[in-house]
């Protein structure tokens, strides 16, 4: 019988990410950005395999990576956010407790699993000036590791992040209307493949928007994004 | 430590349901909050509110949905407005007829239902998947009804495929019959019904069919003693919603009440209707 190699926990969990970052890296990226009246998703994404999903009435998902994964994750989060609808009321279904049953989730198959997942994921709340202590939009990033964050005004997961978040960083501004949050949204996707624009009919974009009643997601159609970056 | 939803986590050894509908997520991940009367014994002693009247019938843009608001104890009164018709998604409606509070339940657990399937499919159910489904939480529901609790609700929305309003009735063990033109039931539905088979048009103008649907409420509240009236001094109308292309509308108050009172001057002034 031989005896396994010594290899640090250092080493492993170092081994580990880079792992979870090449596989996220291959893939494109996901924005998310709050507009005047609501919390836009969007992703570079020609196929017909969505990147973002509805969860509850307020809120949306955005995944990376890859695709058996995350979506598995939404479905996920789809089924915890219905039973505890369902088990306490509509309104006590929050981003926050996702965020963070994703964030140990993620986590926990990072420690404990052989192979990691090699997705970064997205919890988008957007405010309700009616629900009282939640009248502010909420974003939420969980990464490869488990590791979670907070974000106001925008968020970028995927595989060109950083250069992504830098041009944001310069040019985005809160309470921006729909149409210009869009085409600045498109621009820095635009960003990843040497700033190429991106046709609307390779863009996937869904909004929460606060004006709706009850189920607040909505998925923009190839016509309307059109007219919305027209403009 | 085990977060709801999340099964067992993630790895090879993932347990926990798979599936597209909400229902099954109830029953096989978390029993003990499932909804299940048949473990309870014989109901049949236990008074349990009863009574209505529910009525569904096509007009021109669609189908309308309407009931009263009474729910019963026996000979008493236990609520004077319940809700029995409830939007269950954009296009589709149900409306309630039997015990009430395991109705209720299932008009709830219709609605997530077809929710969730639409979020984790990415796509809704054709109006005939979501009768279907519907028909089968009523026969799962049949060792209560053989108890006494008896949930037989109607089913409506607007097909978008074939651009139509349709129906359906259901039995006790979950038998779903399409219907053409018009539906009632409930305590009081035979005399909705009555009153339909002599007022309805299938072309019928929006508000055409809204004094359809009070009129047949109103013949039903006359005959049937666990149907509720209108209520003016309370301010107790029946629900009534449309459901057409565009989607869901529920009539407001003060068109119920202005119909109703035209309805009940014509009347009293002993014209059309009088001795009905």
């Known amino acids: 019988m031989s005896l396994p190699f010594y290899v640090s926990p250092e080493q492993v969990m170092q081994d580990k990410a880079e792992y979870a970052r090449k596989g996220i890296g291959r893939g494109k990226s996901s924005i998310t950005l709050e507009y005047d009246s609501g919390i836009a998703l969007m992703a570079e994404n020609p196929s017909s395999l969505s990147k973002i999903g509805e969860i509850y009435d307020r809120i949306a998902f955005a995944g990376v990576g890859k695709f058996s994964e995350f979506d598995q994750l939404r479905k996920i989060g789809v089924r915890f956010a219905d039973i505890k609808g369902y088990q306490y009321s509509r309104d006590d279904v929050r981003g926050r407790a996702l965020a963070n049953a994703y964030s140990q989730a993620i986590g926990d198959v990072f420690t404990r699993e052989l192979k990691p997942l090699e997705v970064e994921v997205i919890v988008a709340e957007v405010g309700d000036p009616e629900l009282v202590g939640h009248e502010e939009s909420e974003i939420y990033r969980v990464q490869y590791d488990g590791s979670i964050s907070d974000h106001t005004g925008f968020c970028v997961i995927g595989g060109s992040e950083e250069e992504l978040r830098t041009y944001l960083d310069a040019n985005f501004r809160a309470h921006l209307p729909l149409g210009e949050v869009l085409r600045l949204g498109r621009t820095a996707l635009g960003r990843a493949t040497d700033g190429a624009t991106v046709a609307p009919e390779n863009l996937e974009v869904c909004i929460l928007e606060k004006a709706r009643i009850g189920r607040k997601f909505r998925r923009l159609n190839t016509d309307e994004l059109r007219q919305h970056l027209g403009g | ?276």
């Open chain 2, 1 to 276: 430590m085990r977060i709801p939803g999340f099964g067992s986590g993630f790895g090879t050894s993932s347990e926990g349901y798979r599936g597209s509908s909400f229902l099954e997520l109830l029953q096989v991940d978390y029993p003990h909050i499932a909804f299940d009367l048949s473990r309870f014994g014989n109901l049949e002693r236990l008074e349990v509110p009863h009574g209505t009247t529910v009525l569904a019938f096509k007009y021109a843009d669609g189908v309308i949905v309407a009931g009263d608001r009474l729910a019963t104890e026996g000979m008493r009164v236990a609520s004077r407005d319940v809700q029995k018709v409830y939007a269950t998604d954009d296009h589709s409606m149900i409306a309630i007829a039997g015990a009430a509070g395991p109705a209720i339940e299932m008009a709830r657990i219709m609605r997530i239902e077809l929710e969730h399937y639409e979020k984790i499919e990415g796509q809704g159910l054709e109006i005939d998947g979501k009768a279907n489904k519907l028909s089968q939480m009523i026969r799962a529901n049949l060792p209560a009804a053989m108890q006494g609790l008896v949930v037989v609700p109607l089913f409506a929305g607007y097909d978008l495929r074939r651009k139509q309003g349709r129906m359906w009735k259901f039995d006790v063990t979950g038998g779903r019959y399409e219907e053409a033109e018009f539906e009632a039931t409930g305590s009081g539905g035979l005399y909705a019904r009555e009153s339909l088979k002599k007022s309805h048009r299938a072309s019928a103008t929006k508000d055409e069919a809204l004094e359809m649907a009070v009129q047949a409420l109103t013949d039903a509240a006359d005959e049937d003693r666990g149907t509720g009236g209108i209520d003016t001094v309370r301010g107790i109308f029946p629900t009534v919603i449309y459901c057409s292309e565009p989607g869901i509308e529920q009539a407001t108050e003060p068109a119920i009440r202005g119909v109703y009172e035209s309805i009940m001057a014509r009347r009293a002034n002993g014209r059309a209707g009088a001795r009905r």
